[in-house]
């Protein structure tokens, strides 16, 4: 970590800077605060900002577990946020996604949906792999094919592709932060080494 983790628990200093951190002790309930939590709080605004976006992005959608968690996990593979994959693969696992499914997500070369043969990668569903491809493309390329776009299009409802999309791009946020800051220490390690 580039920086100190501010103190576990955190020392406030007014009334609304307690008020935050119960905040985010109540989303993060009944685990512990994170390293994340811990870099943000440097900031309190910042760090209350931030558990109220990501709060709404993890639990307030009404995508699927497999879907959401594919979108992040893709998200930490692209931007090499390990620390990040090692907290949302087993989720992914745990919404759905197969083992197979989770090698194909966590490869780190670019996911394609005209991928040779064109069909679906074996472990993962037509709308599982579509997410896949949809968060590298939006990840490496931040625009989207127009072919990629109208396939998703094609699969989901408005909200679904507005919370699919709010979902990667909240999550390249966090890659960025995780990784620009090396919170976890795991960032430099690659998706086998973190458990």
Known sequence: MRLPYVPNPPETTSEEEAAIVERIKARRAPRPLQALDLTLLHSPPVADGWNSF??????KTTLPADLREIAIARVAVVNRAWYEWMHHAPLAEQGGVSKQGMEVIKREDPLLLEAPGGAVPAGLTEKQWLVACYADEMTRNVQVRDET??????????REVVEITATVACYNCVSRFLVALDVGEKNGLGPDAVH
Not at 54 to 59: D, I, K, S, W
């Open 149 to 158: 776009f109208a396939r998703l299009r094609e699969a989901f409802g408005d």
């Open 54 to 59: 990501l709060g709404a992005v993890r639990t």
